[in-house]
Nanobody, 121 residues
């Protein structure tokens, strides 16, 4: 699976963005998808993940209630809707594909190139 993330940009605190991750390949509907982020000087961290069917989702505590992960298997695309953005959400966001929904990045075998989200205060 090859992944292409998009949708990042500059937004004021309290604003919203929707990230998209388009996948190529016929196996998209059989893989779990995750979003990770990496802020300057920090390690990559898990943000959200969704099972292959979309029936299960999981979020890091810091984004619960603000971010929503979803997928459209007909369009080979996974989304991350980010509301009530905070300056601490500033990071490069990466989408990733893996065999099962997991918070550990080592379980994801394909990664997108990343899209920068900057939240100004």
């Amino acid at each position: 699976v090859q992944l292409q993330a998009s949708g990042g940009g500059l937004v004021q605190a309290g604003g919203s963005l929707r990230l998209s991750c388009a996948a190529s390949g016929r196996t998209f509907s059989s893989v779990a998808m995750g979003w990770f982020r990496q802020a300057p000087g920090k390690e990559r961290e898990f943000v959200a993940a969704i099972s292959w069917s979309g029936g299960s989702t999981y979020y890091v505590d810091s984004v619960k209630g603000r971010f929503t992960i979803s997928r459209d298997n007909a369009k080979n695309t996974v989304y991350l809707l980010m509301n009530s953005l905070k300056p601490e959400d500033t990071a490069v966001y990466y989408c990733a594909a893996g065999a099962v929904l997991n918070v550990n990045p080592v379980h994801y075998h394909s990664w997108g190139q990343g899209t920068l989200v900057t939240v100004s205060s």
